[in-house]
């Protein structure tokens, strides 16, 4: 089966530093990968998936991330991060099924 | 386009109550999923229907979960009876194609 690690559990940045949330991943098959984000009391919200194609995939808010499939990993990156990015982020990844990892709190500091 | 509908919102219960939760999909959205998310951590799958089947039900606890979707739109979630670590948020999404999943706000679930 599939599984997902997020490497940091917690991720401050000052605003409008650029950030990287770390995703890795293990599968035996092709995969699809997705990025979250959930707010405070609120669903999960896509930010972006690679299906197929270019490694390199844009999603809303400014996100991007990177398909690396000799490394099996997903990072996400933002250039120039705001108070409104803070957040849970969740990488996952699916085969038969979803699985999620445990997420990154991303905080946004003045 | 209006989201995946979900209620409550939040649920407080003593252990060995009952409780359910109602999701109502996306329009044309053939599949349903129901997560359930303790603090902490990412959401973990219970169960998946496509249209009123059921495709993947192998981590619900059946002795006590138990999930329908009867006319393949709506879906009710059940707990019967309640343990303390049910405590979560219960996650509704749905999906078109099985591949982009689209989800509710959650109930929140507090058992005492």
């Known amino acids: 089966a599939q599984s997902v690690t997020q490497l940091d559990s917690q991720v401050p940045v000052f605003e409008e530093a650029p950030v990287e949330l770390r995703c890795n991943y293990s599968?035996?098959?092709?995969?699809?990968l997705f990025w979250y984000v959930q707010y405070p009391n609120q669903g999960l919200q896509l930010l972006l998936k690679?299906?197929?194609?270019?490694?390199l995939v844009k999603g809303i808010n400014g996100f991007e991330a990177e398909f690396n499939k000799s490394q099996t990993s997903f990072h996400l990156r933002k250039p120039s991060v705001h108070i409104s990015d803070t957040a849970e982020y969740f990488c996952a990844v699916m085969t038969r099924d979803m699985r999620f990892g445990a997420g990154t709190r991303l905080t946004v500091k003045p | 386009e209006a989201g995946v509908a979900q209620s409550p919102r939040y649920k407080i219960i003593e252990k060995r109550q009952s409780v359910a939760f109602w999701c109502n999909p996306i329009s044309g959205h053939a599949t349903l999923y129901w997560y359930q998310q303790i603090l902490g951590q990412g959401p973990k799958l219970l169960i998946q229907?496509?249209?009123?089947?059921?495709?993947?039900d192998s981590q619900l606890p059946k002795d006590r979960f138990s999930a329908e979707r009867l006319k393949g739109v709506d879906s009710t979630l059940k707990i019967q009876p309640a343990k303390l670590e049910d405590s979560a948020v219960y996650l509704c999404a749905s999906s078109y194609d099985r591949q982009t999943q689209y989800f509710g706000p959650g109930t929140r679930l507090l058992v005492l």
């Open positions: 599968s035996s098959v092709s995969v699809y």
């Open positions: 690679y299906l197929s194609g270019s490694t």
């Open positions: 229907f496509q249209n009123n089947g059921v495709v993947d």
